[in-house]
């Protein structure tokens, strides 16, 4: 019974939700543990249709440019639900770092190549600045 008014008293407080299935790039590192404390970047694309192929070609080669600092903490993409998403998932030590690393991302000769080829495939773009909760293993 507590746990049909906690949903009820939930339902009260939602106006929407979606969701989707995603499948991880095989390219991108798998999401691990990490210490803290961090703040994540979930920075997420909806593509035109008919061009996930050619992002994910894309992007395994930028990967690299994104490396150094460990910032890059998983790349997925949507199977179910609204297709032609992609998500990317980034680790900072805070919004200083975080403006610094893609700063430095600009500096490196290529990256530049991967951001022409990839702008054209993208319908709408989205940032959100996360903060983890104290028992999520991502810290």
Known sequence: QEYLDFRK?????????RNQLLLEFSFWNEPLPRKGPNIYELRTYKLKPGTMIEW??????????????????????SQIGELYVVHHLW???????????????????????????TV????????????????????
């Open 120 to 139: 054209p495939l993208i319908r709408t773009m989205e940032s959100r600045i996360m903060i983890p909760l104290k028992i999520s293993p991502l810290q």
């Open 9 to 17: 008293e939930r339902s009260r407080m939602l106006l929407s939700r």
């Open 91 to 117: 680790a900072y030590k805070d919004l200083q770092s975080r403006e610094e690393t893609r700063n430095a991302a600009w500096r490196k000769r290529g990256w530049d190549e991967n951001v022409y080829y």
């Open 56 to 77: 994910g070609n894309n992007w395994a080669r930028a990967i690299k440019y994104r490396q150094e600092n460990q910032e890059a903490v998983g790349g997925f993409f």
